[in-house]
């Protein structure tokens, strides 16, 4: 499977409008020279990455296209079914970044092939505490540390929670 048929397989209805073609695919290699800031990387309400946060994990894998709704994707579904187990992927930073006044240092994605969930996770160098009141300031009414709510419209399928994980504090978006 092509790292892009990946990253429309596990993000879908998320756009990409920015990206590099991987090297060696077929078409030309561009660069991209659309601005990028850390603090844009988020979640939508319904729990997926936000653009930001996707452009991100295409460092995971080679990047996706620029335009994602115009190139051709393949699936191999032969592969994708002979793999078992999970896809999980860290992204650390070697500095902390501000991202609305915490300090966010690793964007995970974890994919239960045969089992779901999928889960995409943004950890920070804060207390749980501050990171929960961050959050809910910027409008998502996070439960208490530790605690999983409901994401409005997916009750069942989509919750969201701050964890202590360590030293750090993770927020994580699961998805069924």
Request: overall charge negative.
């Amino acid at each position: 499977m092509t790292a892009a048929a990946l990253v429309r397989l596990l993000l879908p209805g998320v756009g990409l409008a920015t990206g590099v073609q991987a090297a060696g695919s077929e078409g030309t290699v561009r660069t991209v020279t659309t601005p990028f800031a850390i603090e844009d990387v988020d979640f939508t309400r319904d729990c997926r990455p936000n653009d930001a946060l996707a452009r991100l994990f295409t460092m995971f894998g080679g990047a996706a296209p620029a335009d994602a709704d115009a190139a051709e994707w393949t699936f191999d579904g032969p592969l994708y079914n002979a793999v078992g187990g999970d896809v999980s992927q860290v992204l650390r930073l070697d500095d902390a970044a501000p991202w609305h006044g915490l300090r966010l240092v690793e964007a995970r994605f974890d994919h239960g092939i045969e089992r779901g969930p999928v889960n995409y996770t943004l950890a920070f160098e804060d207390s749980p505490e501050r990171v929960r009141a961050v959050w809910n300031e910027r409008g998502w009414q996070l439960p208490p540390v530790g605690e999983t709510r409901d994401v409005e419209g997916l009750e069942g399928y989509a919750v969201i929670g701050v964890e202590a994980a360590g030293a750090l504090a993770t927020v994580t978006c699961y998805r069924d």
